[in-house]
């Protein structure tokens, strides 16, 4: 059994509420961080511990919050994004629905270390039952004096407010998280100036994930050291994984990084393999955004080693045959799946979710979602891949944000790995529309010992 | 200075700008749609891509948006680079998937900066085959067209309109490539600066619905430099002709006055120059019959020789027309077309401007102070521009904090927008009733005008009182302030708030600040009638019976009241009128002569900061008479002294002697260039070298073109003949350049992007006198007004449409100018017994008049306000004290609607 930090006590009966909570040792983050250690403990601790953002960048969150700029008599906030909208990633709907103490421990430890007293949770307008359990566990916290003024007679005084958006994906990118959360049109905004620096109301303010900031709790209590034992070279501690598609154990795992790609698929601990005894095709590991890999690279490197669910690893080999963890929205597909329907899913995604501020993304995700929609329904002509190569390339690393990138990586890694399927639906109109091209040669290379099972 | 290295050719350039910025100025064309020289870069159209290379030795480079770089000490950039080319282009592929390609039938065409960029570019070849997307259009109201479709989200329109501007009404609604721009429904827009869309707007989406009443391509135009003639800050204009018709105004940039931009006032309002008022005929009041030229011409010089004249000028007539009349009637018989308070105003505004007391600062240098208070002028609504000024300028600390604190450039609008938040410098209002401009204040406060005056003189005493502590607010942050600002005006008919103003001033002198003042007036020469130092109206009296009475350009019964108007056009044997629009006064005329507008007449106008600036003849209207008031005034002078007539009388001559008579306008003569100017020894062109249909077009008159009329007043033709190339900027009829067909081509008139025009911007400030500075007047001038039960004190309230006489009378203008009313607040209608829209009872000078109620619950009890200008409301020309029948004596309330 691996180790479980942030999904622990999931399964402990009323663990939602405070005092179940508390009983299982809920909180002394809390009462460690406040009591016992200054707010650059905090960080130094979170900087040991190796913790990436588990939001999809990576970045490492004690990095970030080092940067955070304290100018004298300017308010700091801390932010949490939980406005999770990318498709095939629901970790932290998971995470609030059934533990939202983690998030608000972490919220208020984070918060003291950055020395923010007021600090906002951006929740994702559609998760409404989510935004009812955290105001009710923000209330439990407060009622218990870990909220409020003088939290445990410290002096530290923190409020946690709970922000619906409007339910647009664009807003779980940070800059255009604020502008919501100002209340504003979630357009994204153009860095430098980073929000450490100007972030929500013209002030320093730190933007992180709800997982990332559930962990620091556990950082705080068994120290950064022990967190970075956790995981494989630079990817440390656990992640959770939200698998889906066609496999028989979908759901939310945690696992610790470093485990390989071929045991979270097949174990029963985890996945439990490919549903109703078919052929793994293509995996999209880290959420719609990152490459779609064929199942042969997902499952093993080009030097023949596993790949294991880490930054690295997955990242292993570039653009050309890598992806990457992003948030881990694990989404596997048999060889029933067609990956020209679904990159045109994902792109039609992109396309209704990009804001419209910059030219590149607003026009060529529309732009790619109708090529795509004319190749899956047989209309496609055999320069189309060329131009949707074309356009994703002048859209990636062109834009304000990286919604860009997201819309655009989908499109052109599908074509890199799958072109032959993109070929086949365009000569193949009519066979198209009624089958699918199965399998090919994207053949898992494992497929005698699931075949038997 | 830093150097520029751009495809490995070094240019000294300034560090600091943006990169785009820089290359614009150094002249080299690089395609933008986002950036906007006023508005600086928010980086979202990706269209201004170019290479950026680490140092010499790096030869991938990064593609990067040169409107959010900045110029760095040793910056190489590549604008010709493989990449950055084919990305430009590929952004043109974007945008054109969606526009609808319909230029034939844009207003836009010919005049689009997307053709252009298009062109640029060299986008040529279309690889997207779906349907457009297609947009329902909004009615914008009388001034504004909608087109949707031609979209191309630059974000451009609403950050003009909301961030720049200020308005509320415009926004982005949707998302991806179905981003809309519009109001939440049809209606109106809000915001008097409505119209410079039509010019921010890169295409067709927001156009000059006026103009499409008579539209023409721009290279069909006719132009002229011209000057807004409809407030006092002389903001500068491009009058467009075709056909024999003014057809359009768009702004013409002035680095000093009002920079890009104008107000929809100054932009709409010439549709009055083609309105069913004007004067096209001379009449005699009696017989009412056109008359031939010759005729009527010697029949007044003859009236003239045989009987003593009296003169009476006008503040909407240029300095020209003013002196020639002067010239004709004589010094003595001379007045101003004034009341005595007007007068007084328009002297004291003078008097506070020669002191020079305070720096005289022009419209434009409003945006560099940084504490402002505004006594009793409403400007949003007397003086557009300077209300857009102020809300620069407001910003300017806020700015100045994000550079020192986190190292933003002045250029990164968006950024900065996020960073300063509702954050703005010190701006107090101290007015009658709530204005606009409220929403950016400190502070403000409502209250008489009188009140505002002794509150003017009580902050001017704090600040003189030389107590470490100064407790009043508005002292403490004009003394803080680097450059503080005092705005005031005549608009209140008050002549202590100018005094006050004054002493603030003084005060701020005395320890040891810069102020700076600015103050505004009525008409568009109000500051040139002041100059020439003639008695008001009320001293032509003892002249004027059995006189022939000449009056300018002017109605008397806007600026007396009616009764004593009446007096004066009872005295005269005969009235004569010179005026191209009908008026109260015209109408009354024995003699009424017809006279050109502004499109139609060469002339100068002083503007309120006293800077002397020409407007041009767009085109020889084909009705003779429609000729210069001074060019009239002068033949009569000559025929009158039996002197030769000089056919070839050019503004220069007039001017020449003007200058002799009135030293005071000594520069006039170099507010444009002279007549004899030539470029290359060619005249500058008026019309654009594509005008089309000159042979054709007075085909059905001569098959035979006729010979063009010839200028002789100016170095500028009357047809696309001539010079070509970048004029001086006096004499720039029109912005062009090869590749930029649209407004944008100004960047390559200015010196450096935003700067001054290439030699100068055009105008002369005349006010320069710099005498000794007299001690500050405390005593408080503002006598405490005493009101009987049932009276109020009458203040104007102005409207931006409406309250101006001339653009009134375009239809546009008037659809927008609101309904007249009376406006009290909860205390005066309880005590009236009214409600609101009831009919209120007037009782004022023995006669009663009806209007209806508005609450307006800002105001002070004793003030009664009323819209300014209208013809409903012409029997209020000065503040006056007026009583209101309560509706308990049940005389003439209208209270059926409340039935």
Redesign the interface.
């Given at each position: 059994m691996a180790q479980k930090i942030l999904l622990k006590n999931i399964n402990i009966p009323g663990i939602n509420t405070f005092e179940v909570y508390r009983q299982h040792g809920g909180y002394a983050a809390v009462e460690k961080a406040l009591k016992t250690m200054s707010a650059d403990d905090v960080v130094e601790e979170v900087k040991k511990s190796g913790l990436r953002g588990r939001g999809g960048a990576g970045f490492p969150t004690g990095m970030k919050w080092s940067f955070l700029a304290k100018p004298e008599g300017v308010p700091r906030y801390l932010v949490c994004n939980a406005d999770e909208s990318e498709p095939g990633t629901f970790k932290d709907r998971y995470l609030m629905t059934h533990t939202p103490h983690t998030l608000i421990e972490g919220m208020i430890v984070s918060s003291f270390a950055l020395g923010a007293n007021t600090s906002y949770i951006y929740v994702r307008g559609e998760m409404m039952p989510q935004i009812r359990i955290l105001e009710k566990a923000i209330a439990e916290a407060k009622n218990a004096g870990f909220l409020g003024k003088n939290i445990l007679g410290t002096g530290y005084d923190l409020e946690i407010y709970v922000q619906p958006g409007g339910g647009a994906y664009i807003c779980g990118e940070e800059t255009a998280l604020l502008e919501s959360l100002e209340g504003k049109r979630g357009n994204p905004r153009i860095k430098p100036p980073f929000p450490a620096i100007a972030g929500l109301y013209g002030c320093p303010t730190v933007v992180n994930n709800v997982e990332s900031i559930a962990a620091v709790s556990w950082i705080v209590v068994n120290g950064g050291d022990e967190y970075a034992k956790i995981g494989i070279g630079r990817s440390t501690g656990t992640k959770l994984i939200s698998a889906s598609g066609n496999i028989n154990k979908p759901g939310v795992y945690e696992i610790e990084l470093g485990l390989s790609v071929e045991e979270f698929i097949y174990s029963d601990e985890y996945c439990g393999g490919i549903a109703n005894g078919k052929r793994l095709k293509a995996v999209v590991a880290g959420g719609s955004s990152v490459p779609i890999l064929p199942a042969n690279l997902i499952l093993k490197l080009a030097n023949g080693q596993p790949r294991l669910m880490s930054y690295e690893s997955l990242a292993e080999g570039g653009f050309a045959t890598g992806t990457m963890l992003g948030s881990g929205g694990f989404i596997v597909m048999d060889e029933d799946a067609c990956v020209v329907r679904n990159t045109w899913n994902f792109s039609r995604f992109y396309h209704h979710e990009s804001c419209g501020q910059c030219s590149p993304c607003r026009e060529g995700t529309g732009w790619m979602e109708k090529v795509l929609h004319r190749i899956e329904y047989g209309h496609g002509k055999m320069s189309d891949i060329d131009l949707l190569v074309d356009v994703s390339k002048k859209i990636e690393g062109n834009t304000i944000c990286p919604l860009g990138d997201a819309a655009a990586w989908p499109v052109a890694s599908a074509i890199r790995h799958f072109r032959d399927e993109f070929e086949w639906h365009v000569n193949n109109p009519k066979a198209a529309m009624d089958g699918n091209y199965g399998l090919a040669n994207y053949a898992d290379p494992i497929p005698v010992v699931e075949e038997a099972s | 200075m830093a150097t520029l290295y751009i495809d490995n050719r070094p240019y000294d350039v300034k560090e600091g700008k943006n990169l785009l910025e820089t290359c614009l100025t150094l002249g080299f064309d690089l395609p933008y749609f986002c950036w906007h020289p006023a508005m600086g870069s928010?980086?979202?159209?990706?269209?201004c891509?170019i290479k950026i290379f680490k140092d010499e030795n790096d030869t991938a480079g990064r593609?990067v948006m040169s409107c959010?770089e900045p110029v760095g000490k040793e910056t190489r950039i590549s604008l010709d680079h493989p990449d950055a080319e084919k990305?430009r282009k590929?952004?043109i592929e974007?945008?054109m998937?969606?526009h609808p390609h319909d230029c034939a039938v844009c207003d836009e065409g010919g005049s689009c900066h997307l053709q252009d960029m298009t062109v640029m570019t060299g986008h040529n070849y279309r690889?997207?085959e779906?349907p457009k997307?297609t947009y329902v259009n909004q009615y914008l109201g009388p001034l504004i067209n909608h087109e949707m479709n031609r979209c191309?989200?630059c974000?451009r329109c609403v950050r003009f309109y909301k961030d720049y501007a200020g308005g509320k009404d415009l926004d982005?609604y949707?998302?991806?490539?179905?981003?809309y721009f519009g109001r939440e429904k049809d209606g109106i827009l809000e915001s008097e600066f409505s119209g410079n869309l039509a010019e921010i707007c890169p295409t067709g989406v927001f156009t000059d619905k006026t103009l499409k009443q008579h539209y023409s391509r721009k290279w069909d135009f006719t132009f002229a430099p011209s000057v807004c003639q409809h407030c006092s800050l002389g903001c500068n204009i491009i009058a467009g002709e075709r056909y024999g018709e003014l057809r359009q105004i768009t702004s013409r940039y002035n680095g000093d006055v009002n920079g890009y931009f104008i107000c929809d006032r100054g932009r709409f309002g010439y549709e009055a120059a083609n309105s069913v008022d004007r004067i096209y005929q001379p009449a005699l009041k009696e017989e009412n019959v056109s008359l031939n030229q010759e005729y009527i011409i010697n029949d007044i010089a003859a009236l003239l020789s045989t009987s003593n004249c009296v003169g009476i000028g006008s503040p909407r007539a240029s300095l020209e027309s003013n002196f020639a009349l002067q010239q004709l009637v004589g010094n003595g018989n001379y007045y101003s077309g004034w009341s005595d308070e007007e007068h007084r105003l328009n002297k004291a505004a003078l008097n506070i401007l020669q002191n020079r007391t305070a720096e005289i600062v022009s419209l434009k240098q409003i945006e560099q102070y940084d504490s402002i208070l505004i006594l009793g002028e409403d400007l949003t609504n007397t003086a557009p521009m300077a209300a857009l000024t102020v809300r620069q300028a407001v910003r300017k600390k806020p700015v100045e904090n994000a550079q020192q604190?986190?190292n933003?450039a002045t250029w990164?609008d968006?950024?900065l927008r996020?960073?300063?938040?509702q954050r703005h410098s010190d701006l107090f209002i101290l007015h009658p009733h709530s204005t606009k401009l409220d929403e950016i204040a400190t502070q403000v406060s409502y209250s008489t005008p009188h009140e505002i005056a002794a509150k003017g003189f009580t902050i001017a005493a704090a600040i003189d009182a030389t107590a470490d502590q100064v407790i009043d607010q508005i002292a403490t942050s004009l003394l803080n302030a680097q450059k503080p600002l005092i705005i005031t005006g005549t608009s209140l008919f008050n002549e202590p708030l100018l005094a006050a103003a004054e002493a603030i001033v003084k005060a701020l002198k005395k320890r040891g600040k810069q102020p700076g003042i600015f103050i505004t007036q009525a008409d568009c020469n109000s500051m040139g009638l002041a100059m020439m130092n003639v008695p008001p109206l009320s001293s032509a009296f003892s002249k004027l019976s059995d006189s022939t009475l000449i009056i300018l350009e002017t109605d008397l019964y806007r600026n007396l009241s009616t009764e004593k108007a009446d007096e004066i056009m009872n005295l005269p044997k005969r009235i004569i009128v010179f005026d191209h629009i009908k008026s109260t006064t015209s109408e009354k005329a024995d003699i009424k002569v017809p006279v050109g507008m502004f499109s139609e007449a060469d002339g100068t106008i002083v503007n309120n900061e006293g800077r002397a600036q020409r407007f041009f003849q767009v085109f020889v209207p084909k009705n003779e008479w429609l000729k210069e008031s001074w060019r009239w005034l002068s033949l009569l002078k000559a025929l009158k002294d039996g002197k030769a007539i000089d056919e070839n009388l050019s503004i220069s001559n007039i001017q020449s002697t003007l200058v002799e008579a009135l030293p005071q306008f000594r520069g006039i003569e170099d507010a444009a260039l002279s007549e004899d100017f030539r470029l290359n020894g060619q005249k500058v062109p008026r019309a654009p070298h594509r005008y089309s249909g000159r042979t054709a077009m007075l085909s059905n008159e001569n098959v035979s073109e006729p010979k063009p009329p010839q200028d002789i007043d100016s170095p500028m033709s009357f047809t696309m003949e001539g010079y070509r190339g970048i004029p001086p900027s006096s004499v720039t009829p029109f912005f062009w350049s090869p590749g930029w067909n649209s407004v944008q081509s100004i960047n390559k008139f200015q010196i450096e992007i935003g700067g001054p025009l290439h030699d100068g911007n055009p105008g002369v400030r005349l006010v320069n006198s710099n005498s000794s500075i007299t001690p500050i007047d405390f005593e408080q001038k503002t006598e405490k007004i005493s009101l009987k039960e049932f009276e109020w004190q009458l203040v104007p309230v102005y409207h931006i449409f409406g309250s101006e006489e001339l653009s009134a009378k375009a239809p546009a203008i008037a659809e927008l100018t609101p309904k007249p009313y009376l406006g009290l607040n909860q205390y005066s209608l309880a005590k009236l017994n009214l409600q609101e829209n009831d009919m209120a009872t007037i009782e004022h000078h023995g006669r009663a008049y009806q209007l209806p109620v508005r609450l307006r619950a800002e105001i002070n009890n004793e003030v009664a306000l009323i819209l300014f200008g209208l013809p409903q409301t012409a029997f209020f020309v000065k503040p006056v004290i007026i009583k209101i029948r309560p509706a308990s004596n049940g005389i003439t309330n209208n209270n059926s609607k409340h039935e």
């Amino acid at each position: 059994m691996a180790q479980k930090i942030l999904l622990k006590n999931i399964n402990i009966p009323g663990i939602n509420t405070f005092e179940v909570y508390r009983q299982h040792g809920g909180y002394a983050a809390v009462e460690k961080a406040l009591k016992t250690m200054s707010a650059d403990d905090v960080v130094e601790e979170v900087k040991k511990s190796g913790l990436r953002g588990r939001g999809g960048a990576g970045f490492p969150t004690g990095m970030k919050w080092s940067f955070l700029a304290k100018p004298e008599g300017v308010p700091r906030y801390l932010v949490c994004n939980a406005d999770e909208s990318e498709p095939g990633t629901f970790k932290d709907r998971y995470l609030m629905t059934h533990t939202p103490h983690t998030l608000i421990e972490g919220m208020i430890v984070s918060s003291f270390a950055l020395g923010a007293n007021t600090s906002y949770i951006y929740v994702r307008g559609e998760m409404m039952p989510q935004i009812r359990i955290l105001e009710k566990a923000i209330a439990e916290a407060k009622n218990a004096g870990f909220l409020g003024k003088n939290i445990l007679g410290t002096g530290y005084d923190l409020e946690i407010y709970v922000q619906p958006g409007g339910g647009a994906y664009i807003c779980g990118e940070e800059t255009a998280l604020l502008e919501s959360l100002e209340g504003k049109r979630g357009n994204p905004r153009i860095k430098p100036p980073f929000p450490a620096i100007a972030g929500l109301y013209g002030c320093p303010t730190v933007v992180n994930n709800v997982e990332s900031i559930a962990a620091v709790s556990w950082i705080v209590v068994n120290g950064g050291d022990e967190y970075a034992k956790i995981g494989i070279g630079r990817s440390t501690g656990t992640k959770l994984i939200s698998a889906s598609g066609n496999i028989n154990k979908p759901g939310v795992y945690e696992i610790e990084l470093g485990l390989s790609v071929e045991e979270f698929i097949y174990s029963d601990e985890y996945c439990g393999g490919i549903a109703n005894g078919k052929r793994l095709k293509a995996v999209v590991a880290g959420g719609s955004s990152v490459p779609i890999l064929p199942a042969n690279l997902i499952l093993k490197l080009a030097n023949g080693q596993p790949r294991l669910m880490s930054y690295e690893s997955l990242a292993e080999g570039g653009f050309a045959t890598g992806t990457m963890l992003g948030s881990g929205g694990f989404i596997v597909m048999d060889e029933d799946a067609c990956v020209v329907r679904n990159t045109w899913n994902f792109s039609r995604f992109y396309h209704h979710e990009s804001c419209g501020q910059c030219s590149p993304c607003r026009e060529g995700t529309g732009w790619m979602e109708k090529v795509l929609h004319r190749i899956e329904y047989g209309h496609g002509k055999m320069s189309d891949i060329d131009l949707l190569v074309d356009v994703s390339k002048k859209i990636e690393g062109n834009t304000i944000c990286p919604l860009g990138d997201a819309a655009a990586w989908p499109v052109a890694s599908a074509i890199r790995h799958f072109r032959d399927e993109f070929e086949w639906h365009v000569n193949n109109p009519k066979a198209a529309m009624d089958g699918n091209y199965g399998l090919a040669n994207y053949a898992d290379p494992i497929p005698v010992v699931e075949e038997a099972s | 200075m830093a150097t520029l290295y751009i495809d490995n050719r070094p240019y000294d350039v300034k560090e600091g700008k943006n990169l785009l910025e820089t290359c614009l100025t150094l002249g080299f064309d690089l395609p933008y749609f986002c950036w906007h020289p006023a508005m600086g870069s928010v980086g979202a159209c990706r269209q201004c891509a170019i290479k950026i290379f680490k140092d010499e030795n790096d030869t991938a480079g990064r593609l990067v948006m040169s409107c959010m770089e900045p110029v760095g000490k040793e910056t190489r950039i590549s604008l010709d680079h493989p990449d950055a080319e084919k990305f430009r282009k590929s952004v043109i592929e974007w945008l054109m998937t969606n526009h609808p390609h319909d230029c034939a039938v844009c207003d836009e065409g010919g005049s689009c900066h997307l053709q252009d960029m298009t062109v640029m570019t060299g986008h040529n070849y279309r690889r997207f085959e779906f349907p457009k997307r297609t947009y329902v259009n909004q009615y914008l109201g009388p001034l504004i067209n909608h087109e949707m479709n031609r979209c191309i989200q630059c974000y451009r329109c609403v950050r003009f309109y909301k961030d720049y501007a200020g308005g509320k009404d415009l926004d982005v609604y949707a998302a991806h490539n179905h981003v809309y721009f519009g109001r939440e429904k049809d209606g109106i827009l809000e915001s008097e600066f409505s119209g410079n869309l039509a010019e921010i707007c890169p295409t067709g989406v927001f156009t000059d619905k006026t103009l499409k009443q008579h539209y023409s391509r721009k290279w069909d135009f006719t132009f002229a430099p011209s000057v807004c003639q409809h407030c006092s800050l002389g903001c500068n204009i491009i009058a467009g002709e075709r056909y024999g018709e003014l057809r359009q105004i768009t702004s013409r940039y002035n680095g000093d006055v009002n920079g890009y931009f104008i107000c929809d006032r100054g932009r709409f309002g010439y549709e009055a120059a083609n309105s069913v008022d004007r004067i096209y005929q001379p009449a005699l009041k009696e017989e009412n019959v056109s008359l031939n030229q010759e005729y009527i011409i010697n029949d007044i010089a003859a009236l003239l020789s045989t009987s003593n004249c009296v003169g009476i000028g006008s503040p909407r007539a240029s300095l020209e027309s003013n002196f020639a009349l002067q010239q004709l009637v004589g010094n003595g018989n001379y007045y101003s077309g004034w009341s005595d308070e007007e007068h007084r105003l328009n002297k004291a505004a003078l008097n506070i401007l020669q002191n020079r007391t305070a720096e005289i600062v022009s419209l434009k240098q409003i945006e560099q102070y940084d504490s402002i208070l505004i006594l009793g002028e409403d400007l949003t609504n007397t003086a557009p521009m300077a209300a857009l000024t102020v809300r620069q300028a407001v910003r300017k600390k806020p700015v100045e904090n994000a550079q020192q604190n986190i190292n933003l450039a002045t250029w990164h609008d968006a950024a900065l927008r996020e960073y300063i938040q509702q954050r703005h410098s010190d701006l107090f209002i101290l007015h009658p009733h709530s204005t606009k401009l409220d929403e950016i204040a400190t502070q403000v406060s409502y209250s008489t005008p009188h009140e505002i005056a002794a509150k003017g003189f009580t902050i001017a005493a704090a600040i003189d009182a030389t107590a470490d502590q100064v407790i009043d607010q508005i002292a403490t942050s004009l003394l803080n302030a680097q450059k503080p600002l005092i705005i005031t005006g005549t608009s209140l008919f008050n002549e202590p708030l100018l005094a006050a103003a004054e002493a603030i001033v003084k005060a701020l002198k005395k320890r040891g600040k810069q102020p700076g003042i600015f103050i505004t007036q009525a008409d568009c020469n109000s500051m040139g009638l002041a100059m020439m130092n003639v008695p008001p109206l009320s001293s032509a009296f003892s002249k004027l019976s059995d006189s022939t009475l000449i009056i300018l350009e002017t109605d008397l019964y806007r600026n007396l009241s009616t009764e004593k108007a009446d007096e004066i056009m009872n005295l005269p044997k005969r009235i004569i009128v010179f005026d191209h629009i009908k008026s109260t006064t015209s109408e009354k005329a024995d003699i009424k002569v017809p006279v050109g507008m502004f499109s139609e007449a060469d002339g100068t106008i002083v503007n309120n900061e006293g800077r002397a600036q020409r407007f041009f003849q767009v085109f020889v209207p084909k009705n003779e008479w429609l000729k210069e008031s001074w060019r009239w005034l002068s033949l009569l002078k000559a025929l009158k002294d039996g002197k030769a007539i000089d056919e070839n009388l050019s503004i220069s001559n007039i001017q020449s002697t003007l200058v002799e008579a009135l030293p005071q306008f000594r520069g006039i003569e170099d507010a444009a260039l002279s007549e004899d100017f030539r470029l290359n020894g060619q005249k500058v062109p008026r019309a654009p070298h594509r005008y089309s249909g000159r042979t054709a077009m007075l085909s059905n008159e001569n098959v035979s073109e006729p010979k063009p009329p010839q200028d002789i007043d100016s170095p500028m033709s009357f047809t696309m003949e001539g010079y070509r190339g970048i004029p001086p900027s006096s004499v720039t009829p029109f912005f062009w350049s090869p590749g930029w067909n649209s407004v944008q081509s100004i960047n390559k008139f200015q010196i450096e992007i935003g700067g001054p025009l290439h030699d100068g911007n055009p105008g002369v400030r005349l006010v320069n006198s710099n005498s000794s500075i007299t001690p500050i007047d405390f005593e408080q001038k503002t006598e405490k007004i005493s009101l009987k039960e049932f009276e109020w004190q009458l203040v104007p309230v102005y409207h931006i449409f409406g309250s101006e006489e001339l653009s009134a009378k375009a239809p546009a203008i008037a659809e927008l100018t609101p309904k007249p009313y009376l406006g009290l607040n909860q205390y005066s209608l309880a005590k009236l017994n009214l409600q609101e829209n009831d009919m209120a009872t007037i009782e004022h000078h023995g006669r009663a008049y009806q209007l209806p109620v508005r609450l307006r619950a800002e105001i002070n009890n004793e003030v009664a306000l009323i819209l300014f200008g209208l013809p409903q409301t012409a029997f209020f020309v000065k503040p006056v004290i007026i009583k209101i029948r309560p509706a308990s004596n049940g005389i003439t309330n209208n209270n059926s609607k409340h039935e």
